[in-house]
């Protein structure tokens, strides 16, 4: 075990330095089922892109052995089958207390937008107006299914009675992402008008 769990263990507030992603797998654990590195890339997928990014796999991995290592996640072998096994993964008690405490203690940083399709808009004097509608219909296309995957995350938020806060997100992103839809419609129409305008 490192020395910056028994740092954690005896102040109880001490936080490990970790990265976001380290704080959202731990979070992902926090729910109180034992997980595998797959199960927990089927939620962050589920739910985290929409609303902060989704890790890669190989991430994930990462980040549970650095966890395990601090005392903040614990595994255990169980079968897969007759032959292979599985490494299913558990938040500890004093992983909960750390997330507690990072939760409680650390401000969140500002959200950061990055629209490449706005770019391609601020750059609209360089481009036709045919092609700079199509993106943005095309990426009009995008929300709508982004919608209708953002729908069935708030609909299974909702059939858990524990999941009161992680539905409560899938809610917003329901909202944000029909924001985003009108946004994109009146955008449309501001493109129509500026082109009957050259």
């Known amino acids: 075990m490192s020395g ?16 976001a992603t380290a704080w959202a797998v731990l979070g992902i654990l926090s729910f109180g089922r034992e997980l595998t590195g797959y199960d927990i890339k089927n939620w962050s997928d589920a739910i985290l892109h929409f609303f902060y990014w989704s890790p890669a796999t190989s991430q994930i991995y990462t980040e549970l052995r650095r966890l395990e290592d601090l005392g903040l996640v614990r595994s255990r072998a169980v079968a897969r089958d007759e032959v292979r096994e599985k490494t299913i993964y558990a938040i500890t008690p004093l992983g909960t207390d750390a997330l507690r405490t990072w939760q409680a203690t650390v401000d969140a940083e500002a959200p950061v937008l990055k629209h490449g399709v706005l770019l391609r808009v601020w750059l609209g004097h360089l481009a036709e107006p045919t092609r700079l509608r199509q993106q943005i219909a095309d990426h009009r296309a995008r929300l709508i299914e982004e919608l209708a995957a953002a729908e069935d995350s708030r609909q299974q938020a909702d059939a858990q009675p524990d999941w009161a806060y992680p539905a409560l997100v899938a809610s917003w992103a329901v909202r944000r992402i029909e924001g985003e839809i009108e946004l994109a419609d009146s955008m449309l129409i501001d493109l129509d008008r500026l082109a009957q305008n050259r």
């Open 4 to 19: 910056g769990n028994t740092d954690l263990q005896a102040t109880n507030v001490a936080l490990p330095k970790i990265p």
